[in-house]
């Protein structure tokens, strides 16, 4: 039989009464003829509470700990989904990432997904199972410790299984009706995709619209899955929500397909570094050593042999980020008068597959914001995405002066 992979984020599994909704939709298409693969998140909040009680057990925490702790959030979904399933009398179990199992990496808290093999779920499939229930953002690691795959891993279990499984199709429920120009929540203008190319939507994920995890899209695109995004509260059609493909199957698009934020971003400024080759690499390579994800870099014109070095990184390493240099400073293999973190800085980025045909994208993006009477900060660009660094509190700002200067709100 056809394998369906359906994965319910954490809203669509909130209560029992929405788990109850989500059963009824998965017995819809097992009532049409597929097995389904059902992956889920934890009930909306849970990995929340258990990422925060483990940060107050242990500020400084054994990666292994944490991640033993925050991926059972998602157990208890799983046995309850199965659960619920019996009632209405659909053959289900549930699975947790280390039964099936879920072969990853041994980076805890961001692990990736190896293998996932496919006989032992099969075999309960041929003996008339229908629904396999499993515990999704969890797997294990070669030493058979629990891993968990990064805050909205679940979507990277769904595609990875949907892979693995030759699916016919990986649907992810959530709590909105499908990939928008950007986050409904922000604009109200913000219009519902019906496609978007890989390309796009790896580059909004990773620029910040949480919608599907960035490493979820680039399974998708390697694997060649059909990935469709749609809502668990509304009725549904074969045709609903958003499909992510090739940008061959999209036949109009506008030269920006959307506008992409992320607010845990902050800007560090290292003062007076003196100017000669190897200063970036090493700057550079402390900050990696010390696990931070630098973003952008800008290094300004240098002065009597002197010059500024800055650079962005999630808000939350920036504690790590200054540890590094200090200690960095301290053993003298960098001198600097001063470091500076600005904590109240956002990222807003336009993406479009246009941009790589399209001049005047970023010329049209900084006259906008300037309008807006927004300072820029720090720019980067590639082919397909400009991205600025801005105060935070202008963010919502300039989403929305962005989208409607794009006019994203009408279809190409
Ligand atoms: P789930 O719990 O189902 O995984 P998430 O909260 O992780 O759901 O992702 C869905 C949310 O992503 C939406 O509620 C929306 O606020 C946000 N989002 C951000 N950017 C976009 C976008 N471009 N299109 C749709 N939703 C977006
Ligand atoms: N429950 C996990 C999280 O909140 C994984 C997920 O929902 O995708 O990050
Ligand atoms: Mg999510």
Not at 56 to 68: F, I, L, N, V
Not at 73 to 78: C, D, K, L, R, Y
Not at 342 to 371: C, E, P, Q, W, Y
Request: charge should be negative; include cysteine.
């Amino acid at each position: 039989m056809p394998v369906l992979v359906m994965k319910f984020g954490g809203t669509s599994v909130a209560t029992l009464d929405r788990i109850r909704r989500a059963a009824k939709r998965v017995g819809v298409e097992v009532a049409k003829g597929y097995d389904v693969i059902v992956i889920v998140s934890a009930m909306s909040g849970k990995t929340n509470e258990l990422v925060g009680w483990v940060n107050e057990t242990s500020p400084m925490y054994d990666a292994r700990e944490y991640d033993a702790v925050v991926s059972s959030g998602e157990n208890v979904t799983a046995g309850l989904m199965a659960l619920t399933l019996q009632e209405m009398d659909v053959p289900a179990r549930s699975w947790q990432g280390w039964q099936v199992p879920v072969k990853t990496t041994s980076a805890h808290s961001s692990a990736r997904i190896e293998e996932i093999p496919s006989d032992n779920i099969m075999a309960k499939f041929q003996q008339g199972m229908r629904v396999a229930v499993v515990a999704g953002f969890q797997g294990v690691s070669p030493e058979g410790r629990i891993t968990t795959l990064g805050r909205g891993g679940s979507d990277t279990t769904a595609v990875a299984f949907a892979a693995a499984f030759d699916a016919e199709r990986c649907d992810i429920y959530t709590d909105v009706d499908g990939v928008y120009t950007t986050d409904p929540r922000v604009s109200a203008k913000a219009r519902k995709l019906d496609k978007i190319a890989f390309e796009e939507m790896l580059e909004l994920a990773s620029l910040g619209a949480k919608v599907l995890q960035t490493r979820s899209v680039e399974l998708a695109m390697r694997y060649k899955v059909k990935l469709r995004v749609l809502s668990s509260f509304e009725e549904q059609s074969d045709t609903a929500g958003t499909l992510v493909c090739d940008e061959e199957e999209i036949m109009e698009s506008n030269v920006v397909a959307g506008v992409a934020f992320s607010r845990d971003e902050a800007k560090m400024t290292l003062v007076s570094v003196a100017d000669r080759p190897g200063i970036a690499a090493t700057i550079f390579t402390a900050l990696s050593e010390a696990g931070v994800n630098v973003d952008m870099i800008v290094q300004n014109i240098a002065e009597e042999g002197r010059t500024d070095m800055t650079w962005s990184c999630p808000n939350d390493q920036v504690k790590r980020a200054e540890k590094a240099m200090d200690a960095a400073k301290e053993s003298g293999v960098i001198r600097f008068d001063e470091m500076i973190a600005d904590m109240d800085v956002a990222k807003v980025s336009v993406v479009g597959i246009g941009m790589r045909s399209h001049t005047g994208v970023a010329a049209k993006m900084f006259r906008v914001l300037s309008n807006e009477g927004i300072n820029i900060k720090v720019i980067t660009t590639s082919e397909i995405k400009i991205s600025v660094l801005i105060d935070r509190k202008y963010m919502e700002l300039a989403v929305q002066a962005l989208h409607d200067a794009f006019e994203l709100e009408k279809s190409a």
